[in-house]
């Protein structure tokens, strides 16, 4: 595993939320976290990972396969779709809203899909205490926290720092598909990512067409109503290029 410092960031980059659960999440949580929730030794924050935990991913899915990751499913709007489609593939979802998880559960008993694991932590110190270098096959990550009042945009995930990591997990070639209703998170997201020296914008000059394998989710759909536009992202990480964000 890579030797990357922790913590990379010490802001939240996402939106505390109750962690009442109604009682159908209460039993959702109860019956089905064994299966699909996994036991990830805590560092001193509720969100974080200790330090030297790792992850057997073979062992957790019972199998080797293609892994993708996303980050912030929630209620697995697109997650539960899109990995029912992709049966073949190991998906592994970092969300740190346990009323969101428990949802999610249900909707994974409900369809039978074992080919998904939930770790619940925070997106960087999963990538960076529980990936190991070039093990990431795609990365989605869909419609994130926008922190979109000025004062707070230092607490938006995608950074440089960040993007360094990201890449480092990464396979070459792989993808890392984005989306955002916030016209200038999605600025900030083209600035990162088009400068970093891992990644390329499969469209060059220009925005990705929408997804079509990506479901319309309810933060989509809140997005549409309030009259913003969606912003789609594509970027593939390049071969034989430095992870760290310094130029050759």
């Known amino acids: 595993m890579s030797s990357t410092a922790r913590p990379l960031r010490q802001v939240t980059s996402f939106v505390r939320r109750s962690a009442r659960m109604n009682p159908s999440q209460r039993r959702a949580w109860e019956t089905h976290r064994h299966r699909w929730v996994l036991d990830v030794p805590r560092g001193a924050r509720s969100t974080s990972v200790a330090l030297g935990a790792t992850l057997d991913l073979a062992a957790e899915f019972g199998r080797d396969a293609p892994l993708i990751v996303e980050i912030g499913p929630g209620m697995g709007d697109s997650l539960v779709p899109m990995a029912a489609d992709r049966l073949e593939v190991n998906v592994l979802a970092f ?8 949802s999610l559960l249900s909707r994974l008993a409900r369809d039978h899909l074992d080919n998904v694991r939930i770790a619940p932590v925070n997106a960087v110190d999963g990538f960076n205490c529980l990936l190991r270098s070039a093990s990431v096959d795609r990365v989605w990550m869909f419609f994130p926290d926008p922190w979109h009042k000025l004062r707070h945009r230092k607490r938006r995930l995608l950074s440089a720092g960040f993007a360094d990591l990201v890449a480092d997990r990464m396979k070459p070639g ?3 598909r984005l989306a955002t209703d916030w016209e200038d998170y999605a600025g900030q997201m083209r600035e990162v990512l088009d400068e970093h020296p891992a990644f390329l914008n499969e469209y060059p000059g220009g925005w ?16 549409l109503e309030a009259g913003r536009h969606i912003f789609d992202l594509c970027y593939r990480r390049r071969w034989n290029s430095p992870a760290n964000g310094k130029r050759a």
């Open 174 to 176: 792989a993808y890392w």
């Open 95 to 102: 969300e740190v809203f346990e009323p969101a998880i428990a």
């Open 208 to 223: 990705a067409p929408r997804w079509d394998a990506r479901p319309v989710t309810r933060f989509e759909q809140r997005g």
